[in-house]
């Protein structure tokens, strides 16, 4: 969404130094206090300078978003990143006249504008400055995201897909996140910026209980680079999920998501790779590109095989029982908001082996992609599937994940640990919770 920030004569000054330090090389913010009704997520923002002179023009963009801390009855505190300042600033008068009439009137107040009066206001800006266009571009405006630019990013990246996917694959409603702050810190973990409905999560006394028998597992947090943990319930089931890493997000190798509902006995494991490409060509991950995955297939294997070794007959029915998958990612930005998860192809590990395979046969292809994998599962059907508890092991208990977290830190991975505790809805409860919410949103929509 878009949104826009007035300031008054000290504020520009402050600016108009504090930021020249861009040019840099260093990460400029500014907290301010905004109206508390329309800063709700984070924005593309408008920085518009010289009220008090009585010339108003859009001088800078940037990302804005709510942060922690107090701001008052009225206010809160917001959080201003990445500035790009236009090289010619646009006259504010020009802005308005530029965008249709019906969406004038909301230019008038600070704060996040409409939707569709936010596009129309993102269309102008790149008409009228020659340099917009770059500038939101870069700030993640044209993908609706954060561009990914370091290591940290992409770990960012994956970490936030876990964490979200999570919540879908134990069917709870993704609306209970609200969404979540950006930071200039590289080392804090999605879960830490995650902004809830009901409020912090941090504060339940239940996730500090539920947060000691992760620390049992993994030993003392000082012997972790980061721990992180938050929690939702559910019609009675909970769902705690945790991020730990035991080397700064920059050395990181790659993310792990570690799924685990304790009723179901039931364990899942995907790993993630970064999908890249070249200017509008198709999204490829290239396996022979990549040092750490022979390592990382074998010891997918082993887990798939000790987990086939322990099925019995009177365990759940599952379609596949082994629990290793990897999901494909494209990778070009970091989605700003709570409710969508990144594209990519869910492969299951065996799968993937025999893609491999024939990818590294004479006349093959290379790559991995839409086009050279025919079938592979989405978003919506991996975590249904899950959700369902038609994949993922059977008979797997805490024991053998505890296991697994271990192996997965010594491997330099950052994991993602979902523990889901209560019995799971029927699908038809499933479908029933799905569609009463369906209809809150649009009676909601209908009275706002």
Same mark, same amino acid.
């Given at each position: ?114 939707? %569709?009066?936010?596009?129309?206001? $993102?269309?102008?800006? #790149? ?6 266009? !770059?500038?939101?571009? *870069? @700030? ?30 134990? %069917?709870?409603?993704?609306?209970? $996140?609200?969404?979540? #702050? ?6 804090? !973990?999605?879960?830490? *910026? @995650? ?254």
């Amino acid at each position: 969404m878009v949104a826009i920030i007035r300031t008054d004569k000290a504020e520009e000054r402050h600016l108009g130094h504090h930021w020249r330090e861009q040019e840099e090389g260093s990460k400029p913010r500014w907290i301010t206090t905004q109206p508390y009704e329309y800063w709700q997520g984070r924005h593309t923002t408008l920085i518009v300078t010289g009220i008090d002179s009585g010339s108003p023009q859009v001088t800078w963009l940037a990302r804005a978003g709510k942060t922690h801390g107090a701001g008052d009855d009225l206010k809160r505190r917001v959080e201003v990143t990445s500035p790009r300042r236009l090289s010619c600033p646009i006259p504010w008068a020009s802005l308005v006249e530029a965008v249709p009439r019906q969406c004038q009137p909301y230019l008038s107040r600070n704060g996040a504008l409409p939707e %569709g009066t936010g596009k129309h206001v $993102i269309k102008a800006l #790149t008409r009228l400055a020659a340099d917009a266009a !770059s500038h939101l571009s *870069r @700030l993640g405006i044209e993908k609706g995201g954060i561009p990914i630019e370091t290591r940290s990013d992409e770990i960012l990246q994956q970490t936030r897909d876990a964490t979200l996917s999570s919540v879908r694959m134990a %069917g709870f409603d993704p609306d209970q $996140i609200s969404g979540w #702050t950006s930071s200039e810190d590289s080392n804090q !973990s999605f879960i830490e *910026r @995650l902004q809830h409905r009901d409020g912090p999560s941090h504060e339940d006394d239940m996730i500090s209980h539920d947060a000691q028998r992760f620390r049992d597992w993994l030993g003392p947090e000082d012997w972790l680079h980061r721990a992180a943990f938050t929690a939702f319930s559910q019609d009675g089931q909970r769902l705690v999920i945790y991020n730990a890493n035991r080397k700064a997000a920059e050395k990181t190798l790659g993310v792990d998501l570690i799924y685990f509902h304790e009723a179901r006995d039931s364990f899942i494991l995907v790993q993630y790779k970064r999908m890249t490409r070249e200017g509008n060509s198709e999204w490829k991950y290239y396996p022979n590109g990549d040092e750490n995955l022979k390592g990382q297939l074998e010891r997918m294997r082993a887990i798939d095989d000790e987990c086939g070794r322990l099925l019995k007959d009177s365990d759940d029915y599952r379609l596949n029982s082994k629990p290793s998958w990897l999901k494909l990612c494209h990778a070009d930005s970091i989605l700003m908001d709570a409710k969508t998860l990144t594209s990519g192809m869910y492969l299951a590990r065996e799968y993937f082996d025999q893609l491999f395979t024939r990818a590294n046969s004479a006349g093959q292809v290379r790559a991995f992609s839409r086009k050279t994998v025919e079938r592979y599962l989405d978003n919506t059907e991996f975590t249904e599937l899950v959700a369902g508890g038609w994949i993922g092991s059977s008979g797997y208990g805490s024991a053998g994940v505890k296991k697994q977290l271990e192996v997965s830190l010594d491997g330099g991975r950052e994991i993602v640990f979902a523990e889901v505790t209560g019995n799971p809805p029927s699908k038809s409860q499933r479908l029933s919770s799905r569609r009463e919410g369906k209809s809150k949103k649009k009676a909601n929509g209908r009275h706002s």
